[in-house]
């Protein structure tokens, strides 16, 4: 089903266009309406019959906030106290909210999407921020289009490479935030074996993989070292 797509853009009106020109004949299931907006981007969908909107920019103030929180598992997982880690590849990008609290702190990050939409949409939101403020973590933060194996089997490294792949719904039937709901229903993990043994290779200090806080680690294999949260977990590999 096509997008429906509302332009009120007008301070990034090339940006926009150019946002336009890439997604307006993209196919999606369901029903869609996005609206682009100065400062960034609204999706409207249905959620469980529900109209929901989520609205999402690189300007919110409250990932701001967010990424001021130093003591997250994220951040702490990402942190080697020996040797600092300067770039990291944010292999499962989605909608960068993780690799913006990692540029945040300060690391390079280069973000992989293979989902067309989530792809040209976040390309829009870090041009807008880098124009409207000239400190944004943003400019440090950089977006490959494309399967992030094939980037790594074209013999890309870094200090750390970070996978955040999409958790099976949960037996008890909850269902997560509604920026995660909306990236279920657009797009799908894939290659995530290869890409797990792959990234093994390409990090030359660590892996980072989120996992649910109670599920068996990817492919089973024992992380060297592990930061839990209330829901979710971190698994280091060094
Ligand atoms: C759970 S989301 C990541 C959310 C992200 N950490 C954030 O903060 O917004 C997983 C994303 O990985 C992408 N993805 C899955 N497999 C991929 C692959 N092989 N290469 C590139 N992207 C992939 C999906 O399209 C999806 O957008």
């Not at 933060?141 to 074209?154: F, I, K, P, S, T």
């Amino acid at each position: 089903m096509p997008l429906t797509l509302a332009n009120h853009c007008a301070w990034h009106k090339q940006a926009a266009r150019r946002l336009v020109e890439s997604i307006r004949d993209l196919s999606v299931e369901g029903e869609w309406r996005l609206e682009i907006e100065d400062r960034g981007l609204v999706f409207e969908t249905r959620l469980q019959g529900q109209k929901t909107r989520f609205e999402h920019s690189f300007l919110d103030p409250r990932l701001r906030q967010r990424a001021m929180q130093k003591n997250q598992g994220l951040l702490r997982a990402c942190n080697n106290k020996r040797r600092s880690i300067d770039d990291i590849l944010d292999l499962t990008a989605g909608w960068g909210r993780d690799s913006f609290l990692l540029a945040a702190a300060g690391h390079e990050v280069t973000m992989l999407e293979q989902q067309p939409l989530i792809a040209h949409c976040v390309e829009f939101l870090l041009h807008i921020a880098r124009s409207e403020d000239p400190v944004s973590p943003c400019h440090r933060m950089r977006l490959v289009h494309g399967n992030a194996l094939d980037y790594l089997r074209e013999g890309q490294t870094a200090d750390a490479c970070y996978l955040d792949p999409m958790f099976p719904t949960h037996k008890s039937g909850a269902k997560p935030g509604k920026e995660l709901q909306i990236l279920q229903r657009l797009t799908e993990n894939r290659d995530m074996e290869p890409l797990f043994e792959a990234a093994l290779e390409a990090a030359r200090q660590r892996v980072v993989v989120k996992r649910p806080l109670h599920a068996p680690p990817l492919m089973e294999r024992k992380p060297s070292l592990q930061y839990r949260e209330k829901t979710i977990r971190f698994d280091i590999y060094l």
